[in-house]
């Protein structure tokens, strides 16, 4: 039983823009907890990029600070992660995550309800 379905990855130019989406079922509260999304890059452990938290305060990775923006819409049962002046170090597969807690982000705390994943490329 899918319950968290991540799209909108794909491959950009340097300095591009792409919008991620992460589509769940209402089933695992994705209203009501927080949410955040991973990157792993191949080599590398899975590290988290952004996180939102019930009331809608979030929290960056110094990484990508004041380049991605994560937002919600509770009516979509949807997460989204803006993804600003892209770099090649930003390639990744991207994960969306339901956290185990409403309002606590930092530290993020991740559930085991995992989307699949989606590929984002930054080359020129």
């Known amino acids: 039983q899918v319950q968290l379905v991540e799209s909108g990855g794909g491959l950009v130019q340097p300095g591009g823009s792409l919008r991620l989406s992460c589509a769940a079922s209402?089933?695992?509260?994705?209203?009501?907890?927080?949410m955040g999304w991973y990157r792993q890059a191949p080599g590398k452990q899975r590290e988290l990029v952004a996180a939102i938290s019930r009331s809608g305060v979030t929290n960056y990775a110094d990484s990508v600070k004041g380049r991605f923006t994560i937002s919600r819409d509770n009516a979509k049962n949807t997460v989204y992660l803006q993804m600003n002046s892209l770099k090649p170090e930003d390639t990744a597969v991207y994960y969306c995550?339901?956290?185990?807690?409403?309002?606590?982000?930092?530290?993020?705390?991740?559930?085991?309800?995992w989307g699949q994943g989606t590929q984002v490329t930054v080359s020129s």
């Open positions: 995550n339901r956290g185990n807690q409403y309002y606590v982000i930092r530290p993020y705390q991740p559930s085991d309800y």
């Open positions: 209402e089933s695992i509260g994705i209203n009501i907890y927080a």
